[in-house]
C-alpha cells in the first residue's frame, strides 16, 4: 500500500445561540405572499403549522443584539482549538466561510471589510503571519467548500494545518414579512483539519463541486421586504423555493453518487450522511433520491441525522455544527466510528452544490 497525506479532522467546536425562538413567536408577523399582497393575519397559525409540517422547524436560534457573525466564529474557534489541543499557531490558513458579514442589530448592512476571518484571526491573537486568514462566500455549501480548498493546500505539501468556520446569523437578513424568513437561524461551527500520512484510506477521500449559475443564479437573491417601506432600504433574503427545491432534489443525490463512485464506494456502504439544514423535506427527497438511484430500497436508521427541528436553518454554519454535537456526544443516538464512511453534502445560492467522502480515523 502507498503513503498518501490525506486531509484528517483533528478538532471540532461550535457556537449555539442562547435564544430560542420559537414558530409561537411569528404568530402576530404581518406576512405577505409577495411584494404588496399582504397574507390575512387571522390564518397565521395555519401558515405556521404548514411551515412546520414541511419544514420540521419548531423552534431556532438567534444571537443576542451584541454578537455578530465574527463574535459566533470566533467562539466556535475557540472550542475546536481547546478540543483538538493544537497550538493555533501551527495553522496555515484560516477560512471563515459566510455571506452576510458582520450585520450590527441596530443597522442591517453587511460590514465585510476588513474580511470576517481577519477579525477572528486577531481575536484568537493568532500572530504567525504565514496563517493565511480569508473569507468564502459561496452560499450555504460554503464551509464544505472551505474544507474541499484545504484539502488541496494539505495534499500538496504547502500546509499542514487549517481551520476552516462556517458561521452566519440569517436572523439579520430574513424578512419579517416573508414567510420563508422562518427558515432561518444563527450558528457557527468549526473544524480543524491537519495532513496525515497513511498506508490506508483515512480522512478526505474524494469530493465533488459544482456552480449551475447560468439557469439557477437567481433562485435566491437580496432585496426589499415583501411589506412596501419595512426596513428603511434593507436588503432581505428572497428566494424561489419551489425551483430551489427542484434544483436540489435533482442535482445533490447525482453529485453525491458521483463521489462515492469515484473512490469504489456505494450508498449502501455509507453509514452517515450530513447534509446542509435547509429543509427537513427537502433532505428526505435528496436522500429517497439517491437511493433510487443506487438501486436500494432501504438504508440504516439514523443514517442522515437532523438538527433542523430545533436549531433551524443557520446556512453555513448547520454541517460543522451538526458533526460537533455527534463528535461531543450532544445528539441523542448518534455517533461516530473508527472506520464509518461519512458523506457531507450541501447545497446553497449560487446555485452551488457539493460532496465529499471522508472515512473517520
Given at each position: 500500500m502507498t503513503t498518501k497525506i490525506y486531509s484528517v479532522i483533528v478538532g471540532t467546536g461550535s457556537y449555539i445561540p442562547e435564544r430560542i425562538v420559537p414558530n409561537a413567536e411569528f404568530l402576530q408577523n404581518e406576512f405577505y405572499k409577495s411584494h404588496d399582497?399582504?397574507?390575512?393575519?387571522?390564518?397565521?397559525?395555519?401558515?405556521?403549522?404548514?411551515?412546520?409540517?414541511?419544514?420540521?422547524?419548531?423552534?431556532?436560534?438567534?444571537?443576542?443584539?451584541?454578537?455578530?457573525?465574527?463574535?459566533?466564529?470566533?467562539?466556535?474557534?475557540?472550542?475546536?482549538?481547546?478540543?483538538?489541543?493544537?497550538?493555533?499557531e501551527s495553522l496555515d490558513?484560516?477560512?471563515?466561510?459566510?455571506?452576510?458579514?458582520?450585520?450590527?442589530?441596530?443597522?442591517?448592512?453587511?460590514?465585510?471589510?476588513?474580511?470576517?476571518?481577519?477579525?477572528?484571526?486577531?481575536?484568537?491573537?493568532?500572530?504567525?503571519?504565514?496563517?493565511?486568514?480569508?473569507?468564502?462566500?459561496?452560499?450555504?455549501?460554503?464551509?464544505?467548500?472551505?474544507?474541499?480548498?484545504?484539502?488541496?493546500?494539505?495534499r500538496s505539501g504547502d500546509a499542514k494545518r487549517a481551520m476552516i468556520i462556517g458561521a452566519e446569523t440569517l436572523s439579520r437578513v430574513a424578512d419579517p414579512c416573508d414567510r420563508d424568513g422562518m427558515l432561518y437561524a444563527d450558528g457557527a461551527g468549526c473544524t480543524i483539519v491537519e495532513a496525515r500520512a497513511?498506508?490506508?484510506?483515512?480522512?478526505?477521500?474524494?469530493?465533488?463541486?459544482?456552480?449551475?449559475?447560468?439557469?439557477?443564479?437567481?433562485?435566491?437573491?437580496?432585496?426589499?421586504?415583501?411589506?412596501?417601506?419595512?426596513?428603511?432600504?434593507?436588503?432581505?433574503?428572497?428566494?424561489?423555493?419551489?425551483?430551489?427545491?427542484?434544483?436540489?432534489?435533482?442535482?445533490?443525490?447525482?453529485?453525491?453518487?458521483?463521489?462515492?463512485?469515484?473512490?469504489?464506494?456505494?450508498?449502501?456502504?455509507?453509514?452517515?450522511?450530513?447534509?446542509?439544514?435547509?429543509?427537513?423535506?427537502?433532505?428526505?427527497?435528496?436522500?429517497?433520491?439517491?437511493?433510487?438511484?443506487e438501486e436500494l430500497d432501504a438504508v440504516q436508521e439514523g443514517i442522515m441525522p437532523m438538527t433542523i427541528s430545533f436549531l433551524g436553518n443557520s446556512s453555513v454554519a448547520t454541517v460543522p455544527t451538526l458533526l460537533d454535537l455527534i463528535v461531543t456526544g450532544k445528539l441523542e443516538g448518534q455517533t461516530l466510528e473508527s472506520g464509518n464512511v461519512v458523506v457531507f453534502a450541501a447545497v446553497g445560492a449560487g446555485m452551488n452544490s457539493n460532496s465529499a467522502v471522508y472515512i473517520w480515523p
Open positions: 399582497e399582504p397574507l390575512d393575519r387571522s390564518k397565521n397559525e395555519e401558515i405556521i403549522e404548514k411551515f412546520e409540517a414541511i419544514s420540521e422547524i419548531g423552534e431556532r436560534r438567534y444571537v443576542d443584539d451584541d454578537l455578530m457573525t465574527s463574535d459566533i466564529a470566533t467562539r466556535a474557534a475557540q472550542a475546536a482549538l481547546a478540543s483538538s489541543g493544537i497550538d493555533k490558513y484560516l477560512i471563515v466561510a459566510h455571506n452576510f458579514g458582520d450585520v450590527p442589530a441596530d443597522n442591517p448592512r453587511s460590514d465585510l471589510v476588513p474580511s470576517l476571518a481577519a477579525r477572528v484571526k486577531q481575536r484568537l491573537e493568532i500572530e504567525n503571519p504565514r496563517c493565511v486568514a480569508y473569507d468564502l462566500p459561496f452560499g450555504c455549501a460554503g464551509w464544505l467548500q472551505g474544507v474541499i480548498q484545504a484539502d488541496y493546500f494539505l497513511s498506508d490506508e484510506p483515512v480522512g478526505l477521500l474524494a469530493h465533488a463541486t459544482r456552480s449551475d449559475a447560468l439557469k439557477h443564479a437567481s433562485l435566491m437573491w437580496m432585496g426589499d421586504s415583501f411589506k412596501p417601506g419595512h426596513g428603511d432600504g434593507a436588503r432581505f433574503l428572497k428566494m424561489r423555493g419551489r425551483r430551489l427545491y427542484e434544483y436540489a432534489v435533482t442535482v445533490v443525490p447525482d453529485l453525491v453518487r458521483e463521489t462515492l463512485h469515484e473512490v469504489g464506494l456505494r450508498a449502501r456502504d455509507v453509514d452517515k450522511i450530513l447534509m446542509h439544514q435547509a429543509n427537513a423535506k427537502m433532505n428526505g427527497a435528496i436522500l429517497k433520491r439517491l437511493l433510487k438511484l
